[in-house]
């Protein structure tokens, strides 16, 4: 306990003083972690939405597919990323490797079927009144999408904040793809594996209390935001 009370107050101190270090992780970690999540989110919950509405060939083992890949390891994830990038891989061209740009593709794969299989469950119950308006109102498949992602937008909302927890939590696909290169690509969750292995555990600590108060104060902002939507 004393400890974790030292190391609150190490938070503290380095939140007040203005550690322009910290500053740098935690701008880096809210960029890749928000990028990510945006993306996901324009191809997620169109591709949820679709799938909830429409039957099709093979469509089971599309799900399938989408509900492995909510739970794919993050090794798994930033492994396949990086031999995609890699200098002699397919995409080697992009030279992104050990860049953000490597770490926003990683957590996209990871995020993705995340908000597209939440989106999909959300739709599924709910499409058939949706269309059934839309009908109604001789809106086109385009026009019945919109209203549809409209009318579930709640919920929607609620996929995509789970989407950032998944981002915000990431350390594994970002380590491998990112490198945890100081002033490039070290974000919050690598630091703190870093720290970690260095028996630094009273920064390692602060730093993640940091991470949590900054997850925190995103999904209270997303939280109000549901309810003024609800009103």
């Not at 910290?22 to 972690?33: F, N």
């Not at 890949?69 to 492994?79: C, E, Q, R, W």
Request: glycine residues 10%; charged residues 10%; positive net charge.
């Amino acid at each position: 306990m004393e400890q974790i009370a030292i190391a609150f107050q190490a938070a503290i101190e380095l939140l007040v003083t203005g550690d322009t270090a910290l500053y740098e992780i935690v701008g880096l970690s809210l960029m890749v972690s928000l990028s990510s999540v945006v993306l996901s989110a324009c191809l997620g919950v169109p591709c949820g939405a679709l799938i909830g509405t429409h039957s099709f060939a093979l469509k089971n083992a599309l799900l399938r597919v989408i509900y492995t890949l909510m739970s794919l390891p993050p090794v798994i994830a930033g492994l396949v990323v990086f031999l995609l990038i890699m200098r002699r891989g397919p995409l080697g061209a992009w030279g992104i490797t050990y860049t953000p740009a490597a770490m926003i593709i990683a957590q996209v794969c990871l995020v993705t079927p995340i908000i597209t299989g939440l989106t999909y469950n959300i739709v599924r119950d709910r499409a058939p009144k949706v269309k059934a308006l839309a009908a109604t109102m001789g809106a086109g498949r385009l026009d019945a999408l919109k209203l549809l992602i409209f009318e579930l937008r709640i919920g929607i909302l609620a996929a995509i904040v789970t989407g950032l927890g998944r981002a915000l939590s990431e350390v594994g696909a970002v380590m491998i793809v990112g490198g945890n290169i100081k002033g490039k690509t070290r974000v919050m969750t690598t630091y703190i594996a870093q720290l970690k292995s260095m028996g630094d555990y009273s920064t390692a600590i602060a730093v993640g209390i940091v991470l949590l108060i900054l997850a925190f104060l995103i999904n209270t902002f997303l939280y109000n935001v549901q309810q003024k939507v609800e009103k």
